[in-house]
T-cell receptor
Framework: DADVTQTPRNRITKTGKRIMLECSQTKGHDRMYWYRQDPGLGLRLIYYSFDVKDINKGEISDGYSVSRQAQAKFSLSLESAIPNQTALYFC???????????FGPGTRLTVL | AQSVTQPDIHITVSEGASLELRCNYSYGATPYLFWYVQSPGQGLQLLLKYFSGDTLVQGIKGFEAEFKRSQSSFNLRKPSVHWSDAAEYFCAVGISGGYQKVTFGTGTKLQVIP
């Protein structure tokens, strides 16, 4: 089945460390997204990419950066992790003709 | 900009009882509307979506939702809840054309009691 995968699924790190979360998809979708989920806040958009050369900030991009290495790969980096970046991170994809988003299983990140 | 409100943070229902989860949106035109479900430790799975046409939408797992333009609502319903429906439910609104940003509500956590 065409799918969206995320690695790692769980990560514990320390304040100040650089962390990379990876997302790969076999759906053939051009559009990819990174969200973070916090209890009571729903999902908030960090970055989105419409193709390899088109990357845009979302509503909460401060402290994060992304790289679109290929159509199928979209990585999220925390250059210097801080405790309030502890959250569940989701990657998603979509078709250009639809808002419907397809989510990966999530990465649970804990910053100590 | 569009916004979504899920007024109920937590709902408890008995197994076999009916369910309605509320969702209100704010958007100037006809939006795309979605309901997603997130089981514990899982990603989000699409339950159903409304783009246009019939305002009563059928989804997976026996769920349905009704788009009411006059009330700016898209409430999710199920006639008889099963214990496996215990999860968190997210309503989302998207805009047609252009950037196609999707905005998610804050979620409603459903507890099912025997």
């Amino acid at each position: 089945d065409a799918d969206v995968t995320q690695t790692p699924r769980n990560r514990i790190t320390k304040t100040g460390k650089r962390i990379m979360l990876e997302c790969s998809q076999t759906k053939g979708h051009d559009r990819m997204y990174w969200y973070r989920q916090d209890p009571g806040l729903g999902l908030r958009l960090i970055y989105y990419s419409f193709d390899v050369k088109d990357i845009n900030k979302g509503e909460i991009s401060d402290g994060y950066s992304v790289s679109r290495q290929a159509q199928a790969k979209f990585s999220l980096s925390l250059e210097s992790a801080i405790p309030n970046q502890t959250a569940l991170y989701f990657c998603a994809t979509s078709l250009p003709t639809s808002n419907e988003q397809f989510f990966g299983p999530g990465t649970r990140l804990t910053v100590l | 900009a569009q916004s979504v409100t899920q007024p109920d943070i937590h709902i408890t229902v008995s197994e076999g009882a009916s369910l309605e989860l509320r969702c209100n949106y704010s958007y100037g035109a006809t939006p795309y509307l979605f309901w997603y479900v997130q089981s514990p430790g899982q990603g989000l799975q699409l339950l159903l979506k409304y783009f246009s046409g019939d305002t009563l939408v059928q989804g997976i797992k026996g769920f349905e939702a009704e788009f009411k333009r006059s009330q700016s609502s898209f409430n999710l319903r199920k006639p008889s809840v099963h214990w496996s429906d215990a999860a968190e439910y997210f309503c989302a609104v998207g805009i047609s054309g252009g950037y196609q940003k999707v905005t998610f509500g804050t979620g409603t956590k459903l507890q099912v009691i025997p």
